[in-house]
């Protein structure tokens, strides 16, 4: 009977150094500061122009085309 050969130790694929900035990089402990939406308080995208979040943004921008809508009507 034949001995099954050894299994080598597989080198990483991804270099030590490397894989612990990607773990640091998103560890809770690093505080971020994240906006909060003017109206409910929510979270708010990055790179956001106003500071709402997408539920009010998206309210607003409803908003503005039903009076867009309304208005020609009151004429």
């Not at 640091?24 to 402990?29: A, C, E, F, L």
């Not at 997408?54 to 039903?66: F, M, P, Y």
Request: proline share 8%; net charge positive.
């Amino acid at each position: 009977m034949r001995r099954k050969p050894a299994i080598k130790p597989v080198e990483p694929i991804v270099a030590p150094e490397i894989l612990e900035q990607a773990k640091r990089s998103i560890s809770p402990d690093k505080a971020k500061s994240v906006l909060k939406c003017t109206v409910c308080g929510a979270e708010v995208t990055e790179g956001a122009s106003e500071q709402l979040c997408w539920v009010c943004r998206r309210l607003k921008i409803s908003a503005w085309h039903d009076i867009e809508q309304q208005m020609p009507a009151q004429e």
